[in-house]
């Protein structure tokens, strides 16, 4: 754990350069806006310790796996999001010495992030070998009203000289993944070109054959005017086009480039037209200038925060946290293309891999439905329809027919590219996240029309692939699912997972539900549906409803709570408390036979469960579960500790609900886990949300009805959050003196507060 | 399954060439004498498909591993037999013409491997791009008399020519193993020179150092007289050194190269007098020549056939099988040198990497103790004793504490070298294979001393492993092992494994034997050993007590049979005969996940253990088991069947023990797993070995009292096979009239032949 940065409400403030946390930082300060993200990487050269990171949503390489030893159904590739052009290269070198922050003298340095507004900021005083000394300011953002555009204010000031500078501002495709696989560089050059004031240059994936076109204008001013350069020479290299341009630097007088960068890809601009199209963004992103596409871009995020905003009073360190989590999680994600999604990492770093996880499903969904139009939600489950197809090809690699369905753990486009077998190949609840964001989906915004749409033929697909999945036990005279992974990641290839049965079996009902409803309300349309997916009705849902039957709980009668798994009570039965410190993380300090055999829990999973069916289990139930898995629970996961807030909130476990809310709030903010430098954990940061509107502020959606049931931790004066609901904004604050509920807009209604109804309306 | 090989009693053969059973045939050609092995490659070069193996024993380098993804407790390296120097090169080309078996037209293609004197021999004749035509014979042994010799017979006589030929005649360090993970080489020169007629070179392995030097001398007769060479010129190169000579071939006439190759490693031989021991060695066999040298190393064969032949009258083909199999294993493991073992490909590929795996102990032990003088076998065990500190590092690596030894999985040093963490950390009942070892020796030879010597320490390593890795279950109020992988791989980390448990236990009764034993005969060792291993008797021997007391053990009530674990009978249970023929091998066709949950058995698994603790069963037991788990066993380990043929031949099923025989006796003749060309099975070798002597000829020792209770197979006239047994050589015969036994050396005994005393003398 770092305390380095500055609490403060609204921004992350770093001060001084400490190079041992430079890539904690680039993590930290990236900025993105869903389109597109950038790591908080120095615009100038930086010979130090540095993970250059830029990356383009949709676009990823399928590097070749390695792997020990391998197993019949492995895919065969890993999907890499892709480190893609560096767009932001400003080299300065001041008579014949480079900038170069690892090897001159630093002074104030200060690293800015408005969280407010999406901004980061820069600025310090280096002195180079000569003693010349210089004052740098840069400001940048990528634009989240023209998501294909980033912008750069890079202003210096000669503190004790005037000099010719040389300045070299660029866009290249020659970048490496850090994690290739076999240290391969994954673009190719297509096109590239540099004239006065502009470069371009196309680059394309290999095996992918994504095309991205990264082009630059820059203007440069001296004391506000336009400077005029002594020189200017063009350089293209292989996969790189810049300018360089020399310039007579005054001493006292600022000089600023303004670069404007367009990043185009080929998912969305046809191959031939890019460079042409990244031309016609780039000029008008240059004649609109810095501060007019910056006012744009401010505006976009007030908006967001209006939709989304969390305070929290009495605790600057928590509210900085929270809002951290929200803003990254606003930058990832924008829910205006059904084709992305969120990656562990986001925008941040290279780690993971993949797009997608059922992170996604299982605790992103619900902060982006309720602090966005429906749209944004929507579209991730539109995301898993369109990956349908592929869901059913990797259901048949394993040996499943007839349309069964099963989503990738990891995925990019719908392939699994996961190869671990106890993850990849059993751990199955996954499949069934999807079908629980419909329902989630469905529930919240109650647009049930999403069955007719899209959800029936999903749950259809999944359906099938439980009722291939399980098999009869004649011993239990019980349907049991044998050989599986549950969100426990410290167990693998168990049999009846409580979970994992109790998921598979709500899908069955779950799927005859939307069954059901598309026959009673379209019949045209659930017509079609049988017929596309060769849908034989009676036989399975007979099927499905004799498994729902007859399904096998594992249960612990003598402590009357749900077993985990089968077997579970034959291991020697410890508390996390009774570990000593040098055994923690155990992921680190035990083999992971030893990990496996202990009752240690890595991630909440019959918990995780009571979270989703809350409504199944009556209170004492839940305390009791709750009662025993808690204390065994090493939360090893950043998905974890969110589920325990909610539960603890709900049981009244004020101060336990505190605790675990506070290992995941400034997760990255305060490097927790000694890993933030390779990313930030952007999916952990929706359940950091998840804790305080659904824990804290105990918001559930019954009958489609809004429900609150808030208290508020001792440590703060107040909290409030707002909500999106089925058209209206509504503010919750919560305070020691009691709950304050407003609607500031649409139409009024009805909502629960601590079991009455409170008449909303504006 | 292939059957392009000729059915021979004595030699295996091939006419004709057809390069898509080349690396097929590199590999059951293999030669070797304990100390070194070679595939049967041309001596000549050949462009086509060719695995080239040359092997020193005890020569390896420890490979880094390469793993998806990483487990805390995984060793960084996997060390492999190294593909050594090659000695074997004579590369011929007439009139700038290369020789190349792959670019002329070859006729009368014949290889032979003579097994009663391990001389494999080679005649061809091949027309060259201009018509030349030329006969080649060529012959070559690792002498079984001087280890570190191996010896060529190439001759060449032009058919329809006259010409000048050019021979190189070389030693060669530049090799590669085809298996190295970064495509590294692993020999670096350290040494090379060349004269007239000898060439020598020293090569060192990176990291691990050993050095090996490899030298040859040469000379070249036409027509029986010393052929006259128009020049020599030696040749130098990286790695390298030879001779090139040109010499007048003439039609008609043979010209024979006699090449002599010394092998010497630095685990023989202190590294500075390495070149001066292999010249001597050179000279030496120089001096002695082929023929004699050919007499010394087929006289060592004779008198191991007289070991250990089995013959077989009435089927020439399973003739030939057993005998390959016997042939194998002699040339595999000698016996004499207590840091070697038997790697699962011996000599004849790189497969597997390590050198010793459980096969050993397991499967390889019974062959050596019945087929050689003690000593033999006693030096398998006490290869393990001198890994005794590895194997406590290793359970320490693993969180185990005071002295418990965990013997590895793989190995070369002791070290574990093997990463999966399903079978490097819970296929732990390999550790006990070395205490069943020690048990399976003393009960054959009587040589009880060995507890006193070696086996005490290694038995209480390893009960103090057991003692710790068992944990005490509430619920069950029984001891249980978590977290296991059985003999069965086709079952991962499952919980109460019955042959795990069996194994476990049954370790802390023998360990108090041993205890026991030592005490009561030599208290001075014993008040050694106890202050070396800081033994703590009365306590440690007490747990062992409670844990043998109240160890738990599945079983299935209702059938009235051992369950192979807990949850086994949850499963679907279909019989093999069931299966689609598509859908074999399960391992290549299936994912790993629905093998894990099927039903279907790898390898013996309940049966081998009580096959290993036969006596603790009555019949009836016994047959229930075999009923209830041989239809489910896919036998996709080749250790599998010869377990089921001695429980078959036990419980009177001859035809089910004949047809599972049939499974391993020819298994590298007929390539019957398409994978002979990665090299031969050995260490299955010997179970197809005990199929026939323990099964067939139901060999067994009680009480130190040898018993037979055989029956023949319909298909055979008669088998015999001969037994070394506490100083005495037995041949015992079985034909249709009866069971003829005989005593061929050694002092009278008395032996159990189906039930009755037969008293034995010459």
Redesign the interface.
């Known amino acids: 754990m770092k305390e380095y940065l500055k609490h403060h409400e609204w921004q992350i403030i770093e001060e001084g350069l400490d190079p041992h946390y430079n890539k904690i930082s680039e993590s930290v300060f990236s900025i993105g806006n869903g389109r597109m993200g950038q790591r908080a990487n120095f615009e100038e050269e930086y010979s130090g310790e540095t993970l250059r990171g830029s990356y383009v949503a949709g676009v990823y390489y399928p590097d070749k796996?390695?792997?020990?030893?391998w197993?019949?159904?492995y895919p065969e590739y890993f999907a890499k999001v892709l480190n893609a052009p560096n767009w932001i290269g400003i080299h300065v070198s001041i008579d014949n010495q480079k900038l170069d922050l690892a090897k001159c003298k630093v002074e104030d340095f200060k690293r800015v992030l408005d969280m407010r507004t999406g901004l980061l900021s820069r600025s310090f005083a280096a002195t180079l070998g000569d003693g010349k000394k210089v004052r740098v300011e840069s400001k940048r953002f990528c634009s989240m009203a023209h998501g294909e555009v980033g912008a750069i204010r890079y202003a210096i000031t000669p503190l004790n000289f005037s000099a010719k500078g040389l300045l070299s501002i660029y866009v290249d495709a020659d970048v490496v993944n850090k994690d290739s696989n076999y240290d391969e560089k994954f673009w190719e050059e297509v096109y590239k070109d540099a004239s006065e004031g502009r470069a371009v240059v196309t680059a394309q994936t290999k095996k992918t054959n994504f095309h991205v076109t990264t082009g630059m204008r820059y203007h440069i001013e001296t004391d506000g005017k336009k400077a005029n350069a002594d020189r200017i020479n063009t350089e293209l290299r292989e996969k790189f086009a810049g300018n360089v341009i020399q310039v007579a630097l005054q001493e006292g007088k600022e000089t600023v480039v303004y670069k404007y960068a367009a990043i185009l890809s080929s998912e969305n601009h046809p191959k031939d037209q890019l460079v042409t199209a990244a031309n016609k963004v780039l000029d008008e992103a240059f004649h609109k200038g810095f501060d007019a596409l910056f006012d744009e871009h401010a505006k976009v995020w007030q908006h967001k925060w209006e939709e989304s905003d969390i305070t929290i009073e009495g605790d600057i360190a928590a509210q900085q946290g929270i809002r951290f989590n929200i803003f990254q999680l606003m930058q990832t994600y924008t829910g205006e293309d059904e084709r992305l999604n969120i990656g562990p990492k986001g925008f941040t770093g290279e780690k993971y891999g993949g797009s997608t996880y059922w992170d996604t499903e299982a605790y992103c969904l619900p902060f982006y439905l309720s602090t966005a139009e429906p749209k944004v939600a929507r579209n991730l489950l539109v995301y898993r329809y369109k990956h349908l197809g592929k869901a059913i090809e990797n259901a048949k690699?394993?040996?499943f027919k007839d349309g069964a369905a099963f989503y990738p753990f990891v995925t990019m486009n719908g392939e699994e590219c996961h190869?671990?077998?106890e993850i990849t190949?059993?751990e199955i609840h996954r499949t069934s996240a999807m079908a629980y964001a419909i329902r989630d989906y469905i529930e919240y915004t109650g647009d049930k029309n999403y069955f007719t749409e899209y959800g029936l033929e999903v749950l259809i697909g999944i359906a099938r692939y439980w009722s291939q999945r399980v098999?009869?036990?004649?011993?239990?005279s019980k349907y049991?699912i044998?050989?599986v992974t549950g969100p426990n990641e410290y167990e693998?290839?168990?049999?009846?997972n409580w979970y994992t049965n109790y998921l598979g079996a709500w899908t069955l009902r779950f799927a005859q539900q939307a069954v059901d409803y598309v026959k009673n309300n379209n019949l045209n349309r659930y017509n079609e549906i049988v017929s596309k997916t060769s849908f034989r009705e009676k036989e399975e849902t007979d099927r499905w409803k004799e498994i729902v039957e007859k399904m096998y709980y594992p249960v612990d009668e003598k402590r009357n709570i749900i077993l985990q798994q089968?077997?579970f009570?034959?291991?020697?039965?410890l508390r996390v408390s009774e570990l000593k410190k040098e055994d923690r993380p155990l992921?680190?300090?035990?083999?992971?036979?030893?990990i496996?055999?202990s009752c240690f829990i890595k991630q909440a999973d019959v918990l995780q469960g009571i979270y989703l069916f809350e409504d199944d289990f009556d209170i004492e139930t839940i305390r009791r579960n709750y009662d025993f898995y808690e204390p065994l629970t090493v939360h090893e996961s950043s998905l974890s500790p969110c589920v325990h807030v909610i539960l603890a909130s709900k049981l009244g476990y004020k101060s336990s609900a505190y605790e675990l809310y506070l290992r995941t709030a400034r997760l990255d903010l305060d490097d927790y886990n000694n890993d933030t430098e390779e990313g930030c954990h952007i999916t952990s940061m929706a359940g950091t949300w998840m804790s305080v509107v659904k824990g804290f502020g105990g918001m559930r959606v019954r009958d489609g009805k809004l429900h609150f049931n808030p208290f508020i931790p001792d440590q703060w004066k107040s909290y409030s959050f707002r909500i999106e609901f089925r058209g209206r904004v509504l503010k919750i604050k919560v305070s020691k003196d009691g709950v304050e509920t407003k609607l500031e807009s649409g139409e009024p209604l009805v909502i629960d507060v601590k079991g009455e109804d409170v008449q909303l309306r504006k």
């Not at 796996?65 to 030893?69: A, F, L, S």
């Not at 693998?492 to 009846?496: D, G, R, S």
């Not at 009570?569 to 039965?573: A, F, G, L, Q």
């Not at 992921?587 to 030893?594: I, T």
Request: proline share 0%; aromatic share 12%; charged share 30%.
């Open positions: 796996t390695r792997v020990g030893w197993k019949n159904g690699k394993l040996g190869n671990e077998w190949f059993e098999n009869w036990s004649a011993e239990k049991v044998l050989g693998n290839n168990v049999n009846n089968d077997g009570m034959d291991k020697e039965i992921n680190q300090k035990w083999s992971w036979d030893r496996l055999r």
